[in-house]
């Protein structure tokens, strides 16, 4: 989603596939070093994560890992769902399609969510061999609301949002039971192993987005809720165009960058409502350079750190003792250029490693 307000066509038509699948045991491609390698040693938040031996691919069952003294890694991504496209057209009207991507004890929605076309030619193609291949291959866009930069946000997600497009709550793993209140939420790093590429238009960003509420029942968001993004790859000018959109300093945040854990300052921003009075509140975490590759982010860190960052905004209402962490997406912004894109990415693995 984008940090301003939009209007959403009623008509959707979604697209349901279920594929039983179980954890892979395959070898991340050569573009990245493998999860399951010794990572470097490292304090991260407060506590430390367990990473001067092998980490262990284990399921997501807690029983597993009680007899063992390594950190739970839980296997979000690739599942078994393998060999099949997710379209989204304009013209079959699926840019909101759906699939539920079944693994062991776990889920994910996927989606193009193409939620500010209007019109388009062309397509996005979502690929399961197992890993995802995103491509968008788009021509003549027109947008819904031409002042907002964002056409789209293919991805994943993860946890629960009762409310457009997904509107329901995957599998989620005890180890990381989501809605969960914020401070309640173990230390977790959140591994990406990803590339992206743009022959025309634009990478906004290749990103969490993150969604946080008081009441993870809600059906629609407002004032009150919030959207955390962290930007880990991205192009776009965040205050370009937003008189709205504060920049309130940075934060430290220990960064898995290819086996290695670097303590990377990164730029915070807050649009206080999004487009209205009652719209909710957005803050931004842009990386200082472009990561890609093996990436990980203590998200728990992120999220009970961030309310000095949101006072500095006039935002004092968030607390993490109050807010539930609903759901977490991973996915692409992108833009058009003259109403063309021609770019995408790839997403070989998705895990969390959990600091038991």
């Not at 057209?89 to 399609?97: E, H, I, V």
């Not at 209007?118 to 995802?132: C, D, E, K």
């Not at 497009?165 to 230390?187: D, E, R």
């Not at 590429?197 to 946080?212: A, E, K, M, P, R």
């Amino acid at each position: 989603m984008d940090k301003k307000t939009f209007v959403i066509p009623i008509m959707i038509s979604i697209l349901i596939i279920i594929a039983s699948s179980f954890i892979y045991f395959e070898k991340i491609p050569q573009t990245s070093t493998s999860v399951t390698q010794s990572l470097t040693s490292s304090t991260l938040c407060s506590s430390s994560f367990s990473t001067s031996q092998t980490s262990t691919l284990i399921s997501s069952s807690p029983q597993t890992s009680s007899t063992s003294t390594q950190s739970p890694l839980v296997n979000l991504f690739p599942t078994l769902a393998s060999g099949f496209t997710l379209i989204g057209s304009y013209l079959s009207q699926s840019r909101y399609g759906m699939a539920l991507l079944n693994s062991n004890g776990t889920s994910l929605y996927a989606s193009p969510f193409l939620w500010n076309i209007q019109s388009a030619q062309g397509q996005v193609t979502m690929t399961f061999n197992p890993y995802l291949y995103v491509h968008v291959n788009m021509s003549n866009i027109k947008k819904i609301t031409p002042s907002i930069s964002v056409d789209g946000y293919p991805g994943l997600m993860y946890g629960q949002e009762l409310w457009f497009p997904f509107a329901g709550k995957t599998n989620v793993s005890p180890y990381l039971s989501l809605p969960m209140i914020v401070s309640n939420l173990p230390n977790f790093m959140s591994i990406l192993n990803f590339t992206v590429y743009d022959n025309v238009g634009t990478i906004d960003d290749f990103s969490y987005d993150i969604w946080l509420s008081q009441n993870p029942n809600i059906t629609y968001l407002q004032y009150g809720d919030f959207e955390v993004m962290i930007w880990m790859n991205w192009q776009e000018n965040i205050t370009k165009g937003d008189p709205y959109i504060v920049s309130v300093g940075s934060l430290q945040i220990p960064t898995l960058v290819n086996g290695t854990i670097e303590n990377l300052t990164w730029s915070v921003y807050v649009l206080p409502r999004t487009g209205s009075a009652n719209g909710w509140t957005s803050i931004y975490f842009l990386s200082p350079r472009h990561l890609e590759g093996q990436i990980g982010i203590p998200i728990a860190y992120v999220l009970k750190n961030m309310g000095s960052y949101l006072e500095k905004a006039g935002v004092s209402i968030y607390n993490p003792n109050t807010y539930y962490l609903d759901a977490i997406q991973v996915g692409m912004e992108f833009n058009d250029t003259n109403g063309v894109a021609n770019l995408g990415y790839n997403l070989y693995s998705w895990y969390i490693m959990i600091n038991t």
